[in-house]
């Protein structure tokens, strides 16, 4: 089945700096969604982006999907912006969503 | 609009045991989904519902675990008997078709002890 790889597992920052998380992948994919899971674990709805870049407020994320990653920008980071955030995946062959085992993200004041 | 609705919250039962957990989807969704998120894991699909019938129940282990949809809105997954590894959160989610975005409830974290 198709595999989802999320780097780096862990990242640690100081409040107000940037980040990038990556998502590969390894085949074509019809959906792609991009979440934040809290500290209760609810998982939030960051972004719906099978291909193309979109923006929401401090968050953007572009896939290319011809290459088959996702990049997920955090600029400013805030505490509020800890947890563990997933990359998961709707490939042509399933109609299952497969996830990635996160970046699990600690901002520091 | 109203979210997935999840209950219970937590759920705490020895092994042998047996629990059961309820869904309510977004209204007007017609495909509705159960995740297991084992601690420190994304969370696995167990079985996929589009309206009352079964898409997908290849990952769930059918000799403990059961779930129904009734009249296409509601859903319960239980577990019967419960082992020690079922300990998880349980995840409903829910979307307006097969390939559009999900969305998830806030989860049943079950202890079994």
């Known amino acids: 089945g198709i595999q989802v790889e999320q780097s780096p597992p862990d990242l640690i920052l100081q409040e107000g700096a940037n980040s990038t998380l990556r998502c590969n992948f390894s085949?074509?994919?019809?959906?792609l969604q991009w979440f934040h899971q809290n500290p209760w674990g609810q998982l939030i709805n960051l972004f719906y982006?099978?291909?193309g870049t979109k923006q929401n407020g401090r968050l953007s994320a572009t896939t290319v999907a011809t290459e088959r990653y996702s990049l997920l920008y955090i600029s400013s980071s805030q505490t509020t912006d800890s947890g563990v955030y997933f990359c998961a995946v709707l490939s042509g062959g399933y109609n299952k969503l497969i996830f990635g085992a996160g970046t699990r993200l600690a901002v520091h004041p | 609009e109203a979210g997935v609705a999840q209950s219970p919250r937590y759920k705490i039962i020895e092994k042998r045991q047996s629990v059961a957990f309820w869904c309510n989807p977004i209204?007007?969704?017609?495909?509705l989904y159960w995740y297991q998120q084992i601690l420190g894991q994304g969370p696995k699909l167990l079985i996929q519902f589009q309206n009352n019938g079964v898409v997908d129940d290849s990952q769930l282990p059918k000799d403990r675990f059961s779930a129904e949809r009734l009249k296409g809105v509601d859903s319960t997954l239980k577990i019967q008997p419960a082992k020690l590894e079922d300990s998880a959160v349980y995840l409903c989610?829910?979307?307006?078709?097969?390939?559009?975005?999900?969305?998830f409830g806030p989860g049943t974290r079950l202890t079994v002890t």
């Open positions: 982006i099978p291909s």
């Open positions: 209204s007007g969704h017609a495909t």
């Open positions: 989610a829910s979307s307006a078709g097969t390939r559009y975005e999900q969305y």
């Open positions: 085949d074509s994919v019809n959906n």
